[in-house]
């Protein structure tokens, strides 16, 4: 993937990447870069659909979580059926991305 999808990963993370990808182009693989920007539009239905689903997962339990986890099964919970029907449908919309 384009290097630009991984600006928000931690350095350790980039460098794995990039020495990964040098491995497998020692091992005869000719890598080259494939745009996967319009993974960004689904990451945003995915993060609400996951929160939804731990919610309803761990319904009754949430003071057990570090506040930033109950925070997120708190928003989760509180995320519509309605709501969660329109983001399930919104991938769909996305391009398909042939290799």
Do not use: Y
Request: hydrophobic residues 45%; charged residues 25%; proline residues 5%.
């Amino acid at each position: 993937m384009d290097e630009n999808f991984l600006n928000d990963c931690d350095a350790e993370i980039v460098a794995g990447f990039r020495a990964a990808v040098q491995e497998l182009e020692s091992l005869g693989l000719n890598a080259k870069p494939v745009d996967v920007s319009w993974w960004s539009e689904a990451l945003i239905s995915f993060a609400p659909i996951q929160a939804w689903e731990a919610a309803r997962i761990h319904a009754g339990n949430f003071e057990h979580f570090q506040p930033a986890i109950r925070e997120r099964l708190e928003w989760g919970a509180g995320i519509t059926t309605a709501e969660i029907i329109a983001l399930r449908v919104a991938p769909r919309r996305l391009p398909r991305q042939n290799g």
